[in-house]
């Protein structure tokens, strides 16, 4: 009604305690210590008091304590930060999740603070299974494509690519994307592509990178759109016409041509017919 006002009243809980670290974190949460793009991360803490004895250590995942990565060590009210790893004791330390605890203790009345940062150690790259490419023939109104399927061991940002026989690569299907772990499949349309497909083979490759920065490359067994049989192709001859009057200019032509298929080495032999095909 008109005039009316509704009040509501909730209760908001404030920490007033002050804290031995104001702050505590980690520049990298998943290192692989043997990449060295992600090889190790920053422990970064922040002491709200001065003459505070402050511990740094490794945990594994059970709470057993790995490695003390700086004893208690009395420090005044600052920044700090130390790095790690992944190592005790010059070894890497297998993968999986891990703890590093930051501690502080109060001189007066031994109260601890504690500030628990989770990392993960992955050193393994994201290999992808590829099966055997598959081209499926073009039914009414559709176009010959070529099937990939593959599984990602993990979940990655994923690049696919088709190779020719000279590992040249003629066409993207994925770039930079983001695919999560299990199957997937990759479908190239033929008749959608400007591509000129007279090369005997060609291939996939899928290339990976997982949050750890560890990468893998995958290529497919080959496979080919024709029967591979011998055949001269691309042909030209530039200038066309020529005038052979010795003047310098068009007296000859570059002729031009291109082998596919057969297996080499081939023997070419080049004529040059008049218009009644004679030699």
Request: charged residues 20%; hydrophobic residues 40%.
């Given at each position: 009604?008109?005039?009316a006002?509704?009040?509501?009243?909730?209760t908001?809980?404030v920490?007033?305690?002050?804290?031995?670290?104001?702050?505590?974190?980690?520049?990298?949460?998943?290192?692989?210590p043997?990449?060295?793009?992600?090889?190790?991360?920053?422990?970064?803490?922040?002491l709200?008091?001065?003459?505070?004895?402050?511990?740094?250590?490794?945990?594994?995942?059970?709470?057993?304590?790995?490695?003390?990565?700086?004893?208690?060590?009395?420090?005044?009210?600052?920044?700090?930060?130390?790095?790690w790893?992944?190592?005790?004791?010059?070894v890497i330390?297998?993968?999986?999740?891990?703890?590093i605890?930051?501690i502080a203790?109060?001189?007066?009345n031994d109260?601890?603070d504690?500030?628990?940062?989770?990392?993960?150690?992955?050193t393994?790259?994201p290999?992808?299974?590829?099966?055997v490419p598959?081209?499926?023939p073009?039914?009414?109104?559709?176009?010959?494509t070529?099937?990939?399927?593959?599984t990602m061991?993990?979940a990655?940002?994923?690049?696919?690519?088709?190779?020719?026989?000279?590992?040249?690569v003629i066409?993207?299907?994925?770039?930079?994307?983001?695919q999560?772990?299990?199957?997937?499949?990759?479908?190239w349309?033929?008749?959608?592509?400007?591509?000129?497909?007279?090369?005997?083979?060609?291939?996939?490759r899928?290339?990976?990178?997982?949050?750890?920065?560890?990468?893998?490359?995958?290529?497919?067994?080959?496979?080919?759109?024709?029967d591979?049989a011998?055949k001269?192709?691309?042909f030209?001859?530039?200038?066309?016409?020529?005038?052979?009057?010795s003047d310098?200019y068009?007296?000859?032509a570059?002729?031009?041509?291109?082998?596919?298929?057969?297996?080499?080495?081939v023997?070419a032999?080049?004529?040059?017919?008049?218009?009644a095909?004679?030699?």
């Open positions: 009604p008109d005039g006002s509704l009040a509501r009243e909730t908001v809980g920490d007033m305690t002050p804290h031995l670290i104001e702050r505590a974190y980690l520049t990298q949460d998943i290192i692989a043997n990449n060295p793009l992600n090889p190790q991360t920053e422990i970064k803490y922040v709200g008091f001065n003459d505070l004895p402050v511990a740094v250590k490794i945990l594994d995942q059970n709470g057993k304590l790995l490695r003390e990565l700086q004893t208690e060590t009395v420090q005044a009210k600052a920044n700090y930060s130390l790095a790893d992944g190592k005790i004791n010059g330390v297998p993968d999986g999740s891990y703890e605890d930051v203790r109060n001189p007066v109260q601890l504690i500030e628990s940062l989770p990392i993960t150690i992955d393994v790259s290999q992808a299974v590829l099966a598959v081209i499926v073009g039914g009414t109104g559709t176009g010959e070529v099937s990939l399927k593959y061991p993990e990655a940002t994923v690049g696919i690519a088709l190779l020719d026989g000279y590992d040249r066409a993207t299907l994925a770039s930079n994307e983001a999560a772990s299990g199957e997937h499949t990759a479908v349309n033929i008749s959608k592509s400007a591509i000129r497909l007279s090369d005997p083979d060609y291939k996939f899928v290339s990976a990178v997982d949050t750890a920065l560890n990468s893998a490359a995958s290529s497919s067994t080959a496979f080919s759109f024709t591979n011998l001269a192709t691309d030209s001859v530039n200038p066309n016409p020529i005038s052979p009057d310098g068009h007296d000859a570059q002729i031009s041509y291109r082998i596919v298929g057969g297996k080499a080495p023997k032999t080049v004529k040059v017919l008049n218009t095909e004679a030699v």
